[in-house]
Nanobody, 118 residues
Framework: QLAESGGGVAQAGDSLRLSCTSS???????MAWFRQAPGNEREFVAA?????DSTYYKDSVKGRFTISRDKAVYLQMNSLKAEDTGVYYC?????????????????WGQGIQVTVSS
């Protein structure tokens, strides 16, 4: 039900914008972005909360990444660093309050690769 787009290869310092669309109205509710680098666990990146659109970020992306939405959910990534490399997933259908835990989300996109070269 979720599909990511907009990934690719970037140089350090560049920007990319990821989009997450839904075949239902899932993106109206609390949504999040996670990422997973090879050999690492999936980690929280950003979330936007329903109904007030409060936003939350992993410390290392604060000031560089922005999550937003209209009918889709977006992740604007500026000043990219090599450590931002990974597969990025959008997630929805929040099951409990711990919005930073992957286990809290029931619906996931297929993931999209972001590679940042230094």
């Amino acid at each position: 039900q979720l599909a990511e787009s907009g990934g690719g290869v970037a140089q350090a310092g560049d920007s990319l914008r990821l989009s997450c669309t839904s075949s239902s109205q899932l993106t109206r509710y609390t949504m999040a972005w996670f990422r997973q680098a090879p050999g690492n666990e999936r980690e929280f990146v950003a979330a936007i909360k329903w109904p007030d659109d409060s936003t939350y970020y992993k410390d290392s992306v604060k000031g560089r990444f922005t999550i937003s939405r209209d009918k889709a959910v977006y992740l604007q990534m500026n000043s990219l660093k090599a450590e931002d490399t990974g597969v990025y997933y959008c997630a929805g259908n929040l099951l409990d309050r711990n919005r930073e835990s992957p286990a809290a989300y029931a619906t996931w996109g297929q993931g999209i690769q972001v590679t940042v070269s230094s």
